[in-house]
């Protein structure tokens, strides 16, 4: 697979009203980076995120992303799904591809269902109800989902906060495969652990003078 830049930054400030969040700040995410972003609580870690994906715009400097909002793939901090969530897995993951307009899916769009909960090992769980799956089973859910279109990049923010030791190294080394695959992933985390065993470039933020290295 040949490289190429996805995202280039140069000199990233990100101010609101009087407080800087970060300043100097310039990387660049190649594909089949595993890029983990690290920092203190109130570093500027979600809101890189944000201006990645396009979602805020930088107070000055610039970023350049050499792909579509088709061809990223998300997971959110923070998903709160309740025990008497009523959808399956399948359905669940089935909710990104389908249209408005036309209500079931094509064969090409379930073998892409099927394709996603296999990558994320969860076709034995695909029927159950995702409120009633445990935690890594639930953010694998996610996972399957964020990648069933099959995105270039794939973005996680601390996907793995609120898990067991077992389930956290079950979500990421799926996540592992994806990029061994091609996947470029973006990846926040605070386990120095995480950050060691599957990631192949960092960024830190939030040093004493809201600038950042790489």
Known sequence: MSTKVLIEAQNLLVQFNQQVIFRDLSFTI?????FCIVGPNGSGKTTLLRVILDELTPTAGKI??????DQIGYIPQFRNIETDFPLSAQAFVELKLQ???WPWLSYGERQQVHQALGAAHLIAKKNLRLGQMSGGEKQRAYLAQAIVNQPQLLILDEPTASLDVA????????????NRQGTTVIFITHDPQLLEKYGTKTLQLGDKDKNATI
């Open 64 to 69: 350049q992303r050499y792909l579509t909002n």
């Open 99 to 101: 249209q408005r307009f």
């Open 30 to 34: 190649d594909t089949g980076d595993f």
């Open 167 to 178: 389930a956290k190294y079950e979500v990421m080394n799926v996540v592992q495969s994806l």
